[in-house]
């Protein structure tokens, strides 16, 4: 046990030195990322103030909250559907995983959170301190909902990582995987309320959203840490992400089983 | 500067047309330095110094040198794409960065690692793209075509798309690209890496063809002694940016010792072989008790086969292979030989 | 459809080479005029990008349809936020369509044709710059007219169809003026996000390994361009407004043809100086695009 563990830690550890070496890459990002949110900050305030000092529940100071919150996790979520997963299956190159004495899934999902939490350094702190100072935030009115919506956070990196492997096994049958990578990358953000907060979308399209894991991946930590919700209504979320992290873990366990007996049959 | 006139002819090559004295390339002192950042500090590194060269029409010239030598940083000037430092240049009579446009229509490149050709489309395509691109006329273009399909031997992946050829079919493809407009001068960029022994043979007959044909100006930069041997009678070696070496391949055999290697593997033991006696070659080394020995002969005096027939009346031979002398080796010989300059009439450094 | 091979008879090499020779000889091809001609090698090579695109069928549907899906997921974000505020920066959501019509045609036509300027370092990686020096054409001309994004027609005709509705649902003097200011707003508007991907490939050249920098204009310019600039506030009016003239391809035009004033810094006459945010877009991505060779033929690259 103490030796897998050691492996993980390894493995996480890899993940974030490697996104260091992208320093300048990590820059461009962030301005990008801050010249998107300036002007989220513009609409979304904008519509905050026109719909008379609230909209969909957030009021001015929880809506900066989120605007920055959301693009402060950017970096650390994969909205974008394309993995390094998904290449080595094209490739061929994962049966080498397979002969590693790790779990396949397990390792590959540890990999990108280790580089997806580093991220959050360079593009995800500097951004909620320029929200802080330039616009200003509003924070949870208890130390407890700081630490759910920590803990909510995390979680939402790791079911993104896990709903990106998901996507990547598709490989297995599917000689091209554009589609399914396309088809996640159009969806995903739109539904995790990466541009608007889900609770602004008419109902139908809101319940939509609810029965996908996207606002897993970045609403429900979001709601948490902009004090929309009370310690008992955190937990709500944080279970309904617990639920998703086993769907999408489970579906990719069985579906990287099938896969690596298709691959034993095939011969790669 | 050039050594044309004391130039034997190369071995193995076809009627070369004599150079007619008109300059190709000519460069002046020309460098080149990069700036390297080291954390914050910055330091000039030069990678072409003081680089004085005529080539003459019609000239074919091997431009050797270790990686990171400056060869490809001087064929980057010479085509315009990098500004020189210091010094001048001119190729074909024009300035190359000025007067890219113009040039382009008189140059043709093969760069070994970047390719000419559209990798989804298959070669016919391409090399119809590349045919607009040149402006050529319908009826030169017909003509060039099916010439260079015969000769590069292309029918068998015509229509196939460049992603699907092997390596040797792709650089035949990638020559035919540099050579579509009929240009003046061909330079190219280790042509002949990591192909078989049969493609490189193919490669370097159609060369010298090319050559005999329209007197095409040859400079090629390679690892493969062989391409020198076969396809260039003036070499050119460069060294940590400054050239070392201008002048006749068998001047430089006999600067560095470009020898080649036997090596043989025999049936029993023996005591190491000594030839010298019957043909020129010497011992250069065994191992396994005797097993395996290596000799080294001068291509130019005696051949494999002689060398081997001499090994065989003495030993059994089970098997044996010939070992090109590798070029880094040649130049470090050269350098070796050039710094006790005694025994290296033929090598100049500038 | 495949050329046949052109192979001759086999004949003694000599004897091809020697032909050769007497047809056409070592000649270098004279520069061509007249305008059909100097188009000609672009027209080749676009035409080829075109029919390899649509020769993989199932792979250009799909881009299709996200490039679609995408196009309307962008729609349904503006519908969003005016379903939840029902007015925004002085607009009704009917006006918007009109915003986010001109500005979003304008943006896919220019990315259908320009798109790809904006990847720069995969062209230096791949080495496909150093090919182009040693063709006789101008390097950018030929970068962009080395690719063709037809998936792009997808986006561009969500744009059109908010365009088309947002006129009809708008009260729009149809004078004459008003024509030539949509079609000349338009044309700007491509020209705008047309050079800001030439800009972007320009400065690529420094930011090799920080490509990402430029998006902040190139999208970052995009989502700024479907908003009501009234939103901004004085800072994103500067850059947005002017210096990356965003407002110009979307917002004023369509203040003008509303007939709705301007809010402070943006009066509503610049809507009809479209033209001039177009020359001044293309004098700034042109300078970038020198600086950027200049600095890639310094070595730099």
Not at chain 3, 102 to 119: T, Y
Not at chain 3, 156 to 167: D, H, P
Not at chain 3, 255 to 274: F, H, S
Request: aromatic share 8%.
């Amino acid at each position: 046990m103490r030796v897998t563990v050691r492996v993980y830690w390894l493995l996480l550890a890899a993940g974030f030195r490697r996104q260091a070496t992208y320093r300048l890459a990590a820059l461009s990002g962030l301005v990008t990322n801050v010249t998107f949110g300036l002007l989220k900050v513009a609409v979304l305030l904008g519509a905050v103030r026109a719909a008379g000092g609230e909209v969909g529940g957030y009021d001015v100071a929880q809506m900066s909250t989120y605007i920055w919150l959301s693009q402060a996790m950017l970096g650390s979520v994969n909205f974008w559907g394309a993995s390094e997963f998904a290449e080595r299956i094209k490739d061929g190159q994962v049966a080498v995983d397979f002969l590693r004495p790790l779990d396949v899934q397990a390792a590959t999902v540890t990999v990108e959170v280790g580089q997806g939490l580093f991220a959050f350094l360079p593009r995800g702190v500097p951004q909620l301190a320029i929200g802080g100072l330039v616009v200003g935030m509003t924070w949870p009115r208890s130390v407890v909902l700081v630490v759910l919506g920590v803990v909510s956070l995390l979680m939402a990196v790791v079911i993104s990582a896990a709903t990106v492997y998901l996507v990547a096994t598709a490989g297995f049958w599917l000689v091209e995987t554009r589609g399914v990578q396309l088809v996640y990358m159009v969806a995903s953000g739109f539904l995790a309320g990466l541009f608007v907060p889900i609770s602004l979308f008419p109902r139908w399209l809101e319940l939509v959203a609810q029965a996908t894991p996207c606002p897993s991946m970045l609403m429900y930590p979001v709601t948490i840490l902009a004090d929309r919700v009370d310690v008992a209504g955190a937990c709500v979320l944080l279970a309904v992400q617990g639920f998703w992290l086993v769907v999408v873990g489970g579906a990719g366990q069985v579906l990287t089983r099938a896969g690596r007996r298709r691959l034993e049959i095939q011969g790669g | 500067m050039s050594a044309e006139g004391l130039l034997p002819r190369a071995r193995g090559s076809a009627e070369v047309p004599a150079a007619t004295g008109e300059t190709v390339v000519e460069t002046v002192g020309l460098t080149r330095r990069f700036t390297v950042r080291e954390g914050v500090r910055r330091r000039q590194v030069s990678a072409v110094e003081d680089l004085t060269v005529r080539i003459g029409a019609g000239e074919a010239v091997g431009y050797i040198g270790a990686n990171g030598a400056g060869k490809s940083t001087t064929i980057k000037m010479l085509a315009g794409i990098l500004v020189p430092t210091a010094g001048t240049v001119r190729t074909c009579g024009l300035r190359p960065v000025k007067d890219r446009r113009r040039l382009a229509r008189q140059i043709g490149v093969v760069f070994g690692q970047r390719s000419q050709l559209w990798w989804d489309l298959p070669v016919w395509e391409s090399l119809r793209i590349l045919a607009a691109i040149h402006a050529l006329p319908a009826a030169r273009r017909r003509a060039r075509t099916d010439e260079l399909v015969e000769r590069l031997e292309m029918a068998e992946f015509w229509s196939v798309p460049v992603r699907q050829l092997s390596l040797g079919q792709r650089m035949r493809a990638e020559i035919a690209a540099a050579l579509l407009h009929s240009p003046r001068l061909v330079i190219l960029d280790e042509p002949t890496i990591g192909l078989d022994v049969l493609s490189k043979q193919r490669l370097r007959e159609f060369l010298v063809e090319e050559r005999a044909a329209y007197g095409t100006t040859l400079l090629l930069t390679t690892h493969d002694m062989g391409d020198v041997a076969r396809l260039c009678e003036r070499v050119l070696v460069i060294d940590h940016g400054r050239l070392a070496f201008d002048g006749a391949l068998a001047g430089l055999a006999g600067a560095a010792g470009a020898d080649r290697v036997l090596v043989v593997d025999l049936a029993e033991p023996a005591a190491d072989l000594e030839v010298a006696g019957v043909v020129a070659a010497r011992h250069l080394g065994s191992e396994g008790r005797g097993l395996r020995q290596r000799l080294a002969f001068d291509a130019e005096a005696t051949t494999a086969a002689r060398v081997l027939a001499a090994v065989s009346a003495l030993v059994e031979v089970v098997d044996f292979r010939v070992e090109e002398p590798d070029i880094e080796d040649v130049v470090r010989r050269l350098y070796a030989a050039t710094r006790h300059p005694p025994d290296a009439p033929a090598a100049r450094r500038s | 459809m495949v050329e046949p091979p052109a192979v001759e008879p086999l004949a003694a090499v000599s004897a091809v080479a020697s032909a050769a020779v007497a047809a056409s000889g070592p000649v270098v091809a004279e520069p061509v005029a007249g305008w059909r001609d100097r188009l000609r090698p672009y027209r080749a090579v676009l035409a080829s990008r075109a029919r390899s695109q649509l020769s993989y069928r199932t792979n250009f549907v799909l881009d299709l349809v996200s490039s679609l899906l995408s196009a309307v997921v962008e729609l349904a974000e503006v519908w969003v936020v005016f379903h939840a505020a029902t007015r925004l920066g002085g607009l009704e959501f009917r006006q918007m369509l009109l915003v986010f019509g001109l500005a979003d045609l304008a943006f896919s036509l220019a990315d259908l044709v320009f798109g790809h300027c904006d990847r720069l370092p995969t062209y230096l990686r791949a080495g496909m710059l150093d090919v182009f020096y040693l063709r006789p054409q101008p390097l950018l001309a030929q970068l962009i007219t080395s690719e063709v994004s037809l998936r792009r027609l997808a986006r561009a005709s969500v744009g059109l169809v908010a365009l088309v509705v947002g006129l009809v649902l708008c009260d729009i003097d149809w004078r004459p003026a008003a024509v030539v200011l949509l079609v000349s707003s338009l044309l700007s508007g491509v020209a705008v996000f047309a050079a800001l991907f030439v800009a972007a490939g320009g400065l690529q050249f420094f930011l090799v390994d920080g490509r990402e920098m430029t998006n902040a204009f190139v999208y970052g310019g995009r989502y700024a361009a479907t908003q009501p600039a009234s939103v901004w506030g004085r800072p994103l009016r500067l850059v947005f407004g002017f210096f990356v003239p965003m407002a110009f391809t979307g917002y004023l035009p369509a203040l003008v043809l509303l007939g709705l004033p301007g809010p402070v810094w943006l009066p509503g006459w610049l809507g009809w100086c479209a033209p001039v945010a177009a020359v001044w877009a293309w004098s700034v991505a042109l300078g970038c695009w020198r600086l950027g060779v200049r600095h890639y033929q310094g070595g730099g690259g």
